[in-house]
């Protein structure tokens, strides 16, 4: 197993469990416990966890894992949702996609609709993710509208006034929100106070707005919040999820779409 690989699997532990000690991380993942021990130390060099003796805890009381290691979670369920979310989009549209690993996915499967391969342009995608700007600009026939602002390490996103000089300035048809809670009665929700307000934002400038979230996230609150739940049109997620949330979801208004 490769050091990145190792390190995406101690996070995700740790975010699950809150706790791990070297010689239980070095059995789950069956290397020796001073690869473990190196590896920890390492990671609490880069402030993401917290070192204790024999093993680690999360940083902080509302940890909020990176990106680059959030990917493998809940993979093949964020890739469905996102192959559902594209299907959804019409050809022509301008669409807002926010950062996260889901929304990615959603960029990835845009890239890959043969019926988005040319038009002028095929869509507009105004995005605060550099990651996915990066992303979908090498497709010519995507035009690409990237939000000024600071960006924000852990989801590649641009935050910011700066940002919402842009978004105050344009109207989009359909914005897609990646979230970390997805609530009836609190809304959908992100981490950080900054990443939500840019994400308020762009729901407000758009005539419709995607959830797309997997099962994991609905039912959940999170400390910021991005707009009520009734400003949402649809939710898409995954056949996992919970057969009266969902039924709340819908006696709000919101149309579900499992896959």
Known sequence: MSR????????????????????????????????????????????????TRGGAVVHGVSYELPLRYKTARHASEKQRIAKAVAGLLTPGTAVGLTGGTTTTEVARALAVRPDLASGSPALTVVTNALNIANELAVRPQFKIVVTGGVARPQSYELIGPLADGVLSQITIDVAVLG??????????AAHDEAEAAINRLLCERAERVIVAADSSKLGQ?????????????????????????VRRFEEAGIRVVAV
Do not use: P
């Open 179 to 188: 979230v970390v809670a997805f609530d009836v009665t609190h809304g959908a």
């Open 221 to 245: 609150r999170a400390f910021a919040r991005i707009c009520a739940a009734d400003a949402v049109d649809t939710l898409v997620t995954d056949t996992a999820a919970d057969e009266d949330t």
């Open 4 to 51: 990145d690989a190792r390190w995406k699997a101690l996070l995700e532990l740790l975010v699950e469990r809150g706790r791990l000690d070297v010689e239980e991380a070095a059995a789950e993942l069956e290397v020796s416990s001073a690869t473990i021990r190196r590896d920890f130390d390492q990671l609490a060099e880069q402030q993401m966890l917290v070192r």
